[in-house]
């Protein structure tokens, strides 16, 4: 391009009047490879089937739950409930920071039932 006929007029009117950005849509494309592995991994982990394991006494689940928290140590809980399309959740990797009458305390200061527990392990 000739760079004596440049008209900062007609560059002007251009952005003015006849472009128009289209934002962040014209980004959509453009995802990181980390990003859509990440995406991915999550799908899979949202498809994964998780199996009922066995339904433990109370004895044994109190038994475990109290040495975990003497011990601070980590457990595995696998509670007595379903999703919404009826599969089993995945388990929850928590340690047990309390107890209150038939209920124990977890991450997030969250209450658990003992009675909603179908089986716990340690970690």
Known sequence: MNNDHFD???VNNFFEHDYHD???VKWQG???SDHTAALNKQEAKDQKVYHP???QSLETITTILAEAYQRHRAVS???NELDANGNQLPDI???VYGYHSDKIIIDD???VSIDDIRHVERI
Request: hydrophobic share 40%.
């Open 109 to 111: 200061e969250k209450a």
């Open 30 to 32: 453009f995802y990181l």
């Open 53 to 55: 394991k066995s339904q």
């Open 77 to 79: 809980l696998q509670l």
């Open 22 to 24: 289209r934002g962040m």
């Open 8 to 10: 900062m007029d007609v």
């Open 93 to 95: 990797q928590t340690h």
